[in-house]
């Protein structure tokens, strides 16, 4: 077995704010193997992207702040390096891409200024030229037609899902090992989200990249993913290989989870089921296990003490749940 | 981003540390790079459908009240607030305290006894006591004629609160119509509020007031004049300048109103509420409108430093307020005669105009990070 | 709340009957700022909605989907066309027709947060359709609201608590029992769920399920969320580029897609099964929705299609009753 890629252990980024603390991410462990493609899922605000940002190292301090833990990546811990050092690795070995490609695009250069000058800043022996042609070939591998002219064109030039596409080019033109996708297509139509998904998962398995697909789309995971985290509340809840998720669920978050999409392939009329209750108040999360006061299986132990994540006997499928399915 | 060692201590220099960060920042969520929607919101403290209900539950506030609890925390802001209160108390209540202050005095030149009531009002001239520095009799000394520096300085405050008053009611009142209608309707009153402000932008303020100064002054002088109070005692020409200011400042006003009505009209609860039957009407003055009150206050805090200098500058002039009638220009105008001599007589008027100006600006700016929807916490 | 008895007519009759509808935004240009162009958002759509049912209409974004809508409720005045509402022409009707006939025809916003307004409470905004319809004095109105409240499953407790003190599924749920204040008829829904959270999702469509099934609504629900769209619709209309491409039951629509551009659609959803998605062939579309400024001429879809032949270029494909109550505007469906 190779050596991990991405080690996070016990990671705590908190927020500080005016209405208390947030504990956005709270005690989170997982590992990443290169090559890997690794979904984590979650609503909004269960941490699932301060979690990337805290392995990209951009969360904004103040508020926030990494409380604790370590983000081992090749074994090195990404919270020991100076702000040069963080610089060399963002972009080069861990790239990131963002839900929204407009606005992470600078508008006033050419996309393939953009790339090239990516390539440029982390490979000092690459001149002008050469950066240029590497920048039309990216364009060219995520399938931007007639990349050579298109390159000179600016990012408004472009439409979303090209725009998306060009973020790719420039987050792969490095040859990264690991690239962190932030809802990549959530801001993309369903044709051009499964154009975007599909060329991801061609060039992730061509360059050996490992991803780390964010989303709060479980179809996303299930077409994309080889492992999957469930976050909840800054937590962790339940961890396995995609096919034991939608499979044999074992928290009882990510079978509510499942229960309340409705799928295209289902018989229509059936009734969902949601789950019930909001999600807690983040600067004030009870005692005990986050998802209790919603939970249909709730006990009085659940209440009382947080149930850290285990294998619950099923292979690598670990839930964070006293009672697991 | 050393995060490590964030300790709400005293500093190495032996200072303590005014709230440090790490105890209590402000949660900015966009200081996240392109990650607006990412970061960690809690459901905004949601009232959960099955929460116990609260027998007290504590007082609900609006936006806008949370604003203003923003504002009140801006030290900065507070502080000038208070400024601008003293300074409006003393030129209204100042002049009735100092006319009981102090003795009576046996004039040198005449022969006569006079009062505070007398030597210490505005216009009252003790040709041998000029260039005097503050005693117990003139607080502030007393100018190249002899005229009491307190009593002219308090009333040119007076001069410039009024004037700011009058500017921000026309200011206000008409920015906001047309502001409303154009961004609401658009059409020939778009047009034209965009010809029109295109046109005082090109054409510069000041000399567009010294213009109608010019061609209007003696008819202000002849009419206004007539005006009990605010026209009389060589006021009337400020009324003209009142006007004029306002005139030139109000199409800016109603530009920002205009931008800010697009973006309200784009809202969907302005939808919502024609869906709902709501008549034009209603919607502008019960849905735009009461949105518009933040920006509006914002902006005429920050038109007002700009009148209160164009008054000034307008005055300095010799184009507004005339003598015998003080204003905090035209004692600028008078003393800067003598600056080598007797700086004391510049710098008084010149600071107050300074600390006026500035505590304006700063409540605007103070206004304008509590009401800006981006520094929300 | 009080049952509405008057409106007990026939289920399945037509109830919103939509045809030729255009709405064209011109696009200003030049020096003078001429119309130099048009964007055609809606271009022709034929449609009708049944009393008591739901008729989905999806469509990817700048498909012209929430301009329909918008519309058929006369919230955008249309460039062409005709627009009934129970036999009434909207179109043609005077302003105060139509907002007299607000009280029949409400809508869902998909923006919970700037769908209310911030400086209102729960209560005023909503009592602000009963007052508008003077419904009863302030008592009455008081408790209609906390009737309403009830209805949607808001506690009436909060009821002068403002909007930002709830989350984005209560917001939702505000808007809605606004919606229903006035005992409307037919309620347009423009993506009610896509702007909430997926476990909060299905709470608030259940509720429009319920309050379908309780007060005899007709909906128009529009959304980009297929599997959305199929579960809770009854007939489903799919838009590309400002025109109904397909019209059939939701069954069959998903079944038999007879338009390619159904057919690539479904195929792009990602199905939250893995084994489902291993075997899934997708059709992956070229190229990305031309500009409705400048639609390609004919059938608009045909630049990205794998059928195209020579007369999909020139004539643009009628939507025509392909199988029974399955409409379809393609030359070669199937």
């Avoid at chain 1, 019930?276 to 005990?288: E, K, R, W």
């Avoid at chain 2, 009389?232 to 109603?254: C, D, E, H, K, Y």
């Avoid at chain 2, 100006?357 to 509590?370: E, K, P, Q, Y």
């Avoid at chain 3, 769209?229 to 079944?255: C, F, N, P, Q, T």
């Amino acid at each position: 077995m190779a050596a991990n890629l991405l080690e996070v252990n016990n990671l705590k980024t908190y927020f500080y704010t005016r209405g208390g603390v947030v504990k956005a991410v709270d005690d989170v462990s997982f590992i990443m193997k290169p090559g890997q493609t690794l979904g984590v899922v979650g609503e909004s605000g269960s941490g699932k992207s301060v979690t990337a940002l805290s392995v990209m190292r951009l969360i904004a301090t103040p508020p926030g702040k990494i409380a604790g833990g370590e983000i081992l990546f090749n074994g090195e811990n990404i919270l020991d390096k100076s702000r040069d050092e963080l610089t060399e690795l963002r972009g080069s070995k861990i790239s990131m891409i963002f839900q929204d490609p407009m606005t992470s695009l600078n508008p006033v250069f050419t996309v393939g200024y953009q790339i090239a000058e990516t390539v440029k800043r982390h490979r000092k022996d690459v001149s002008n030229e050469q950066a240029w042609r590497r920048a039309v070939e990216m364009l060219d591998l995520v399938r931007i037609p007639d990349a050579k002219r298109r390159a000179k064109n600016y990012p408004h030039e472009f439409s979303g899902g090209m725009r998306q596409r060009v973020m790719i080019a420039i987050a792969l033109a490095c040859n990264p090992q690991l690239l962190i996708a932030d809802e990549p297509t959530t801001a993309l139509d369903v044709t051009i989200q499964a154009q975007v998904l599909e060329l991801m998962k061609g060039l992730s398995q061509e360059f050996g990249t490992a991803v780390m697909m964010i989303t709060h789309d479980l179809g996303v995971v299930a077409g994309t993913c080889q492992y999957v985290n469930v976050m909840y509340a800054g937590h962790i809840v339940e961890s396995a290989p995609v096919k034991q998720i939608f499979q044999t669920p074992a928290h009882p978050y990510t079978v509510g989870l499942l229960q309340s999409i409705p799928r295209v392939d289902d018989a229509r009329g059936a009734r969902l089921t949601p789950i019930a209750g909001q999600p807690p108040d983040m600067v004030n999360i009870p005692q005990g296990c986050p998802y209790a006061a919603r939970c249909p299986k709730v006990q009085a132990r659940c209440r009382q003490e947080r149930p850290e994540l285990q294998l619950v006997g099923r292979g690598d499928q670990s839930a964070a749940c006293f009672y697991p399915n | 981003m050393d995060t490590h060692d964030h300790k709400p201590e005293t500093n190495a220099s032996g200072f303590i540390a005014p709230t440090s960060n790490a105890v209590e920042p402000e949660f900015e969520l966009s200081t996240v790079p392109g990650h607006e929607n990412a970061a960690p919101i809690p459901e905004e403290a949601a009232i959960a459908d099955s929460a116990p209900i609260d027998p007290k539950p504590k007082k609900s506030r609006t936006p806008f009240q949370e604003s203003l609890r923003r504002f009140r925390r801006d030290k900065r802001a507070m502080i000038s607030l208070i400024v601008i209160l003293c300074i409006v108390v003393i030129a209204i209540l100042g002049p009735f305290i100092y006319h009981h202050i102090g003795g009576l005095y046996k004039q040198q030149l005449g022969t006569h006894i006079i009062g505070p009531d007398v030597y210490h009002t505005y216009d009252h001239q003790e040709l041998d006591r000029a260039h005097e520095m503050p005693s117990p009799q003139y607080w502030l000394g007393t100018d190249g004629i002899g005229r009491d520096i307190l009593a002219r300085l308090m009333q040119g405050m007076l001069i410039s609160i009024v004037l700011a008053v009058v500017v921000e009611i026309v200011d206000i009142s008409l920015g906001i119509t047309v502001g409303v209608l154009a961004g609401y309707y658009g059409g020939w009153i778009d047009q034209f509020l965009a010809r029109l402000a295109d046109l005082l932008f090109a054409f510069p303020g000041l000399l567009f007031i010294i213009l109608v100064a010019g061609i209007l002054g003696g008819w202000a002088d002849d009419t206004l004049g007539a005006v009990p109070v605010i026209g009389a005692g060589g006021n009337a020409r400020l009324l003209l300048i009142s006007i004029v200011l306002a005139f030139t400042s109000w199409p800016l006003m109603a530009r920002y109103v205009r931008g800010q009505t697009l973006q309200i009209k784009e809202q969907q609860y302005i939808e919502a509420a024609r869906t709902s039957g709501t008549n034009d009407l209603t919607i502008l003055t019960r849905h735009i409108v009461p949105n518009l009150f933040s920006i509006v206050m914002v902006a005429s805090t920050l038109n007002i430093a700009g009148t209160i200098i164009g008054e000034a500058g307008i005055s300095y002039l010799g184009l507004g307020v005339r003598p015998p009638g003080a204003s905090i220009g035209l004692m600028i105008s008078d003393a800067s005669q003598s600056l080598s001599a007797y700086p004391w007589e510049l710098l008084v008027p010149s600071l107050t105009l300074v600390i006026i100006v500035l505590s304006f600006s700063f409540i605007g700016d103070g206004l304008r990070d509590a009401f800006d929807p981006h520094s929300k916490d | 709340m009080v049952q509405q008895v008057q409106k007990t007519k026939a289920i399945g009759t037509t109830l919103v009957d939509v045809k030729g509808l255009k709405v064209h935004f011109p696009v200003k240009g030049g020096l003078l700022g001429r119309t130099v162009g048009q964007v055609k958002a809606v271009d022709g759509v034929d449609l009708f909605v049944r009393r008591g049912e739901t008729l989905g209409l999806v469509g990817e974004s700048g498909c012209g989907k929430s301009t329909t809508g918008r519309a058929i409720l006369q919230l955008i005045k249309p460039t062409a066309g005709t627009v009934k509402l129970d036999g009434v022409e909207l179109t043609t009707a005077s302003s105060n027709d139509i907002r007299r006939k607000r009280a029949e025809m409400q809508m869902v916003f998909q923006d919970p947060y700037s769908s209310l307004d911030p400086r209102y409470t729960i209560g005023q905004i909503i009592s602000e359709p009963l007052e508008n319809f003077k419904r009863g004095n302030a008592k009455e109105i008081q408790e209609e609201v906390a009737n309403l409240m009830e209805t949607v499953g808001l506690n009436p407790f909060y009821v002068n608590r403002f909007a930002h003190e709830f989350s984005g599924g209560q917001r939702q749920r505000i808007g809605i029992a606004r919606a229903l204040a006035l005992h409307p008829s037919f309620v347009v829904a423009d993506e009610p769920v896509s702007a909430l959270d997926v476990s909060i999702q299905a709470q608030v469509l259940n509720l429009l399920q319920d309050l379908q099934g309780k007060f005899g609504l007709t909906y128009l629900f529009v959304a980009h969320n297929l599997s959305v769209v199929k579960h809770i619709s009854d007939r489903v209309a799919v838009m590309y580029l400002g025109r109904v491409v397909e019209l059939a039951k939701s069954e069959s629509l998903y079944e038999t897609p007879l338009h390619p551009y159904t057919q690539a659609l479904l195929s792009a959803i990602p199905v939250p099964d893995p084994e489902v998605e291993l075997r899934r062939k997708r059709i992956i579309l070229e190229g990305d929705v031309p500009s409705p400024v400048n639609p390609p001429s004919g059938c608009n879809f045909h630049p990205r299609c794998w059928k195209a032949q020579a007369i999909c270029r020139e004539v643009i494909p009628p939507l025509e009753e392909k199988q029974s109550n399955h409409y379809a505007a393609c030359h070669f469906p199937g």
